[in-house]
């Protein structure tokens, strides 16, 4: 069964840091782009980031440019979220997916996907 597993979230001030992983199994995803997603109450999952299979290209949000990083370990399946200098309009369920057409912005390109983590920034 294949599934992916995030972890990390929490509560954090504003300015501070978090780091989320996601853990897969079920398959080898190294071949799968990787992306976060997030989804704040009343809202739509938005794109957040994004990385190809080899992790040599990364796609973000304009809003997290400068604070967020994506990266991968494809020799353990996980791919992390590096999120520093957060903002209370940071908070949201973030959701990690995996997808086979390579890396993309688009939520609907995306097969499997993560059951959450809720990541809350007080101001």
């Known amino acids: 069964q294949v599934q992916l597993v995030e972890s990390g979230g929490g509560l954090v001030q504003a300015g501070g840091s978090l780091r989320l992983s996601c853990a897969a199994s079920?398959?080898?995803f190294s071949w799968y782009g990787r992306g976060w997603f997030r989804q704040a109450p009343g809202k739509e999952r938005?794109?957040?980031?994004?990385?190809?299979?080899?992790?040599?290209?990364?796609y973000y949000v304009d809003s997290v440019k400068g604070r967020f990083s994506i990266s991968r370990d494809n020799a353990k399946n996980t791919v992390y979220l590096q999120m520093n200098s957060l903002k209370p309009e940071d908070t949201a369920v973030y959701y990690c997916?995996?997808?086979?057409?390579?890396?993309?912005?688009?939520?609907?390109?995306?097969?499997?996907w993560g059951q959450g983590t809720q990541v809350t920034v007080s101001s």
């Open positions: 997916a995996a997808t086979t057409g390579g890396v993309s912005r688009d939520k609907d390109e995306y097969d499997y």
């Open positions: 938005e794109f957040v980031a994004a990385v190809s299979w080899r992790g040599d290209i990364t």
């Open positions: 079920g398959r080898t």
